[in-house]
Antibody, heavy 126, light 111 residues
Framework: QVQLQESGPGLVKPSQTLSLSCTVSGVSLSSGSYYWSWIRQPAGKGLEWIGRIYTIGSTSTGTTNYNPSLKGRVTISADTSKNQFSLKLSSVTAADTAVYFC?????????????WGQGTLVTVSS | QSVLTQPPSVSGAPGQRVTISCTGSSSNIGAGYAVHWYQQLPGAMPKLLIYGDSIRPSGVPDRFSGSKSGTSASLAITGLQAQDEADYYCQSYDSSLNGPFFGTGTKVTVL
């Protein structure tokens, strides 16, 4: 059974970098079988895909794709030795306050997400 | 921004059938990209409900069904139950935006 768990600071100051990790159990990130995505949801609002990573073997960078609206501020990487992938979002503002989810990204011509982590709330405030 | 439009809310009495529409365009649903649906119970993470337009993952009741036609897709819930009260999101791929995108979301209320 695949499970994902987000972790990281719940409070980030404006202009700083938000950093989160997602620990995966039940499947190896390095198997090359799936993509791994980050998705966020501001309070009371809808879901926004942030980006994803595909890793095969022992690599920390892999193949990445990002939401064009966030490109330039987002970096997703992986630590296959820990079976974790991470999100860094730079120059954050209050608009980046949201619940951040990690999810297994099942790639096809139109990929879908299953399962999801429980999510972690990140608040951007001084 | 969202390229997939859903009604903000739908409601129905227990036992009734409700449908949720997801309207896209020629760069996503109309281009043949599959549509997927998620259920988000209050305070919980989204859960995959339908993938590949109409396929139910193991464990999802057959009261939930998906369909697609042209530039739109629909999720139907039959035999509505109190536990179905949640937010529902459609999701597909958009070729002009080069990535997956979610619908605006629909809140289902059981009267």
């Amino acid at each position: 059974q695949v499970q994902l768990q987000e972790s990281g600071p719940g409070l980030v100051k404006p202009s700083q970098t938000l950093s989160l990790s997602c620990t995966v159990s039940g499947v190896s990130l390095s198997s090359g079988s799936y993509y791994w995505s980050w998705i966020r949801q501001p309070a009371g609002k809808g879901l926004e895909w942030i980006g994803r990573i595909y890793t095969i073997g022992s690599t920390s960078t892999g193949t990445t794709n990002y939401n064009p609206s966030l490109k330039g501020r987002v970096t997703i990487s992986a630590d296959t030795s820990k079976n974790q992938f991470s999100l860094k979002l730079s120059s954050v503002t209050a608009a980046d306050t949201a619940v951040y989810f990690c999810a297994r990204d099942i790639a096809s011509r139109s990929n879908w997400f299953d399962p999801w982590g429980q999510g972690t709330l990140v608040t951007v405030s001084s | 921004q969202s390229v997939l439009t859903q009604p903000p809310s739908v409601s129905g009495a227990p036992g009734q059938r409700v449908t949720i529409s997801c309207t896209g365009s020629s760069s996503n649903i109309g281009a043949g990209y599959a549509v997927h649906w998620y259920q988000q119970l209050p305070g919980a993470m989204p859960k995959l409900l339908i993938y590949g337009d109409s396929i139910r993952p193991s464990g999802v009741p057959d009261r939930f069904s998906g369909s697609k036609s042209g530039t739109s897709a629909s999720l139907a819930i039959t035999g509505l139950q109190a536990q179905d009260e949640a937010d529902y999101y459609c999701q597909s791929y958009d070729s002009s935006l080069n990535g997956p995108f979610f619908g605006t979301g629909t809140k289902v209320t059981v009267l």
